[in-house]
């Protein structure tokens, strides 16, 4: 069973930064990669970003291209989203999801 719990949010100005950390417990499901997506509220759930568990291969949405980064601390089963150049649309729970498992969740709120 993998565990995956969700920190770093909070609220933060236009133009400011958050870094989300996702701590995977167990065995995380092969081949699956770990994932972010984020939910706003009335709105389906979209994929954020994805970094693979075995090599380095990683993947952005447009929406956050160029300002997002997706990075993993094998030795702390850690993944980091780190977000600059936050926008008011970026506003969301944002969730770590392998495979089937999903955390719980982390707010992030950039106000304008």
């Known amino acids: 069973q993998v565990q995956l719990v969700e920190s770093g949010g909070g609220l933060v100005q236009a133009g400011g930064s958050l870094r989300l950390s996702c701590v995977v417990s167990g065995r995380t499901v092969s081949p699956y990669a770990i994932k972010w997506f984020r939910q706003a509220p009335g709105k389906e759930r979209e994929f954020v970003a994805t970094i693979s568990t075995t090599t380095s291969f990683t993947s952005y949405a447009n929406s956050v291209k160029g300002r997002f980064t997706i990075s993993r601390d094998a030795a702390k089963n850690t993944v980091y989203l780190q977000m600059n150049n936050l926008k008011p649309e970026d506003t969301a729970v944002y969730y770590c999801?392998?495979?089937?498992?999903w955390g719980q969740g982390t707010q992030v709120t950039v106000s304008s």
């Open positions: 999801n392998n495979a089937a498992y």
